[in-house]
């Protein structure tokens, strides 16, 4: 049996909408005009695609931004959003964090990321 490990909040209070977390970083989308051009990048800075993600990248559900965008990427976690040490699906996490005003990131916004800093994204 896995015991569930508690989650150690970072913050005081709980985030109570988007204006209570700090940029994290500030990224440009829509900069690869497909996907081969993103994986020629990924490769230049010495980031290896596993069969996983070539495969999500090969998927037509997979879609780059044709127009140039800046995105705020902000990190927040669970204990951040007042969940603590339980264990909660992550639905209810997403359901939180929406009505909070935060959204999902597209697909390509990992990717973009990994090309904007040196050397691989930590997972």
Excluded: H
């Excluded at 690869?32 to 993600?53: E, K, R, Y």
Aim: charged content about 15%; overall charge neutral.
């Amino acid at each position: 049996m896995l015991k569930a490990t508690p989650v150690v909040p970072t913050r005081l209070d709980p985030v109570t909408s988007v204006s209570d977390v700090a940029e994290w970083k500030m990224i440009s989308i829509g900069t690869f005009p497909d996907t081969f051009a993103l994986l020629t990048a990924l490769s230049a800075i010495g980031c290896g695609v596993g069969n996983s993600a070539a495969e999500a990248l090969a998927r037509p559900a997979f879609t780059l931004s044709v127009t140039r965008t800046a995105a705020t990427l902000l990190t927040v976690t669970a204990a951040d959003l007042g969940f603590k040490g339980e264990t909660v699906p992550l639905r209810q996490i997403y359901e939180l964090a929406q009505q909070l005003g935060f959204g999902l990131a597209p697909p390509e916004i990992r990717s973009a990321a990994q090309t904007s800093i040196s050397g691989p994204a930590r997972r």
